[in-house]
C-alpha cells in the first residue's frame, strides 16, 4: 500500500525522523528576517539540512556548513521564505543526507523548488524570469525545427553537423537566450558533448572521423517514453537500433551508433518529445554547472540556423548588453561577470578576479571596478588601486570613492580627500558622506553637516543617520528622532536601533523594546545587545543573559562585557572573567567603560567595578 503523501510541514519533519530518528529538528519561523543568526546557536553547530518553506506551500531542501550564511544568500533570491527547518548533520554526510531527504519528499508529491537533486515537474523557478512559463508551455507543445543546414567544412564533426543542429534547435528550450545561462556545449575526452543544468544529456564519442560508427548516448525523459509506448522493453522492440537502458532520477539513456541512426532516433515517435521534457525540467532546476568548459565557437555553429525568436535575448533577464565588438563577446561577457560575481560571493576571490579581468579585456571596462574590489578584499592595496584607477581612466567615476578609501586607509588623506572631492563632484552621495566624516574628524562640522544634508537630500540614508545622531548629542532629541524616522522611512531598518536607543535613553522602555525587536527581525543583530541592556535595567536577568549570548552568536562583541557583568552579579565568576577578557580582546575598553556606566547610572555600582576593574591599564 502507498504511503500518503506529505502535505504539511509536520510530515516534511517526520520524513527527517524517519531517516535520522534521533534528529532534532529546528523549526525557525522568519517571516521577513534577513538572518538566522540570533536564533541558530553557533556553539551548537550550524551545519546540517535545511528546508526553506514558502508561502505557496513549495518547499527548497539544501545542505550547508553555515546555515545562517546559506540563509542570507537564499534570502535574496527568495522573498517568500516563511519558515526554515534546521537538522544537523555531520559535514561528512550531508550529501547523502540532502539526496535520501529530497527522494523521500518527492515520494510524497511535494512541490520541489530549484533543487539539483529532484526529479523534475517543479513548482515556481529562477527559469521563469529568463522564460516566462506562458512560453514555456508553448514552446513544449510546438512542433520542432526541421531545417538543419550544411557542413561547414570542419573535418572532426564531418557528417554530424546537420542532426546535432536538429538536435539543439529542436531539443533545447529557446537556444540562444539560454545558452550559457541553463546549457552547455563542450569537447573534452569526447568529441562533444551537451549538458542541461546539471545532467550530460548528449554525449558523441570519437571513432577515428566515421560519422556513421561514431557512438552517439541520448538522455531522455523517462515518463515521457513511458506515456507514449506503455513500456521501455515495447520502445525497444520499435527501435532496435537503439539501445535503451534507465538511468537514475527518471532519465531513459538511449545509446546509438552514428548520425544516421541518431536521425532515425529523432523521427521515433515520442523522443523529441521525451528529451524536449528532460531539458526543461533540468533548466528549471538551475543553471548551467558546466559553464567554464562551455565552447561559444561550437554554439555557434549548432545554432546557425536558429529561428530568428530564439536568437533575441531579453535584457530585462541577463542586464544590459555590456560593451564589445560582436554578439558572441556580448554574450561572454554577460556569463563572466554573472559568473564571477557568484565566485565572489562565494569566496573564490582569484577565479573571480581571472573573470573580471577577461571581460575588462573584452570591453566592459565597468568591470575594473570588481577587480578592484576583489584586489582590495585580497589585502592587495597597490593591486586595487590600479584596477580603480584604469576604471576611472576609462570614465567610470565610482572608482574614486573606493581609491579615496584605501589612500585613507594608508594614511594618505590629502590623496583621499582629492579623490573624495573629485566623487562629490560627480554626484556621489556616498562620498558626500565619507568626505563630511573626513571633514568632521578635523573639526569643520559646518563643513560636514552641509555635505550630510546633501547626501540626505539625495536619498542616502547613512547621511539620515549621522545627522540624527549630531542632533541627539546637540540635545535636539525632537530632531534627532525625525532623522532617524526619515531614514526608515527610506529603507534603513537600521535606523530602528538609533530610534531605539533614542527612545530607550527617554525612559520609554516598551516601545524601545518595539523598536529593538523590529530591527532584530530585519537582520540587525547588534539590537539584541541594546534588548540585553533594556531587561537588564528591568531587572529581567535571565532574558537580557540570553539577549547576550544570541547576539554573541551573531558576532556582535560588545555583548561580552554585558554577559561577563551579568554572570559576575550570579556567582559565576568563571565564565564572567572568561566573557570580560574576550570583551577586552575583541571590543576594546571603551565598550566597556560604556557597559560599566550605564550599571552606574542605574545604581549597580558592584557590576560597573567588576567592568572597570578588568580595562587594563
Known sequence: MAEPACSSTSDV????????????????????????????????????????????????????????????????????????????VPRAELDEAERALIRRLEDGDLRLRHVVHAAGRLGASDFDHLVPPVEQERWLASAPPVHTGAEDGRPDLAGLVPVLRRYVLGTIPFPRRTELHYWTVGTGPDLLSVSVHATETLRVGAADGDAARTPITVHVDLPT????????????????????SRAEHGVLCLDVAGAPALSRLLDADGVVEAARRLHLDEMRKGPALNWRTHSLDLADLLLEHAAEEDVAEPTAAVGPEPPGGTDLTARAINVWISRA??????????????????????????????????????GDVPGAQTAYQLAIEHGHRSGLLPLGSLHADLGELERAEECYRRAVDAGDDGAMVTLGMLLAERGETAAAEALYRRAA???????????????????????????????????????????????FESGDLERAEGLFRRAVDAGHVDALGSLGLLHARRGELEEAEEDCRQAIDGGVDVAHALLAALLHERGDTGQAADHLRMAVERDGA?????????????????????????IPA
Not at 505557496?56 to 522573498?79: I, K, L
Not at 525497444?236 to 537503439?242: D, G, S, Y
Not at 535636539?476 to 526608515?488: G, N
Open 341 to 378: 560575481y557568484n565566485l565572489e560571493t562565494a569566496g573564490a576571490l582569484h577565479e573571480a578576479e581571472t573573470l573580471y579581468r577577461q571581460a575588462a579585456g573584452a570591453g566592459c571596462t565597468e568591470a575594473w571596478l570588481d577587480v578592484g574590489h576583489v584586489r582590495a578584499a585580497s
Open 457 to 503: 537630500d539625495a536619498g542616502n540614508t547613512d547621511a539620515m543617520g549621522l545627522l540624527g545622531l549630531r542632533e541627539w548629542i546637540g540635545g535636539h532629541t525632537r530632531e534627532a528622532a525625525d532623522w532617524y524616522r526619515r531614514a526608515i522611512r527610506s529603507g534603513d531598518t537600521g535606523a530602528l536601533v538609533g530610534l531605539g536607543e533614542l527612545t
Open 13 to 88: 519533519i517526520r520524513e527527517i525522523t524517519a531517516l535520522d530518528p534521533g534528529a532534532t529538528v529546528e523549526r525557525l519561523a522568519v517571516g521577513g528576517l534577513r538572518t538566522l543568526a540570533h536564533l541558530v546557536s553557533r556553539s551548537r553547530g550550524r551545519c546540517g539540512i535545511y528546508v526553506l518553506v514558502f508561502a505557496d506551500g513549495e518547499y527548497y531542501v539544501g545542505q550547508a556548513v553555515d546555515v545562517v550564511v546559506r540563509f542570507a544568500a537564499h534570502r535574496d533570491t527568495y522573498a517568500d521564505i516563511v519558515e526554515v527547518l534546521f537538522w544537523r
Open 225 to 244: 517514453v513511458i506515456a507514449r509506448w506503455g513500456t521501455v522493453e515495447r520502445f525497444q522492440e520499435r527501435v532496435p537500433w537503439a539501445h535503451a
Open 590 to 614: 571603551e565598550a566597556i567603560g560604556d557597559i560599566a556606566d550605564f550599571f552606574a547610572e542605574h545604581g549597580n555600582e558592584h557590576a560597573a567595578g567588576f567592568l572597570r576593574d578588568g
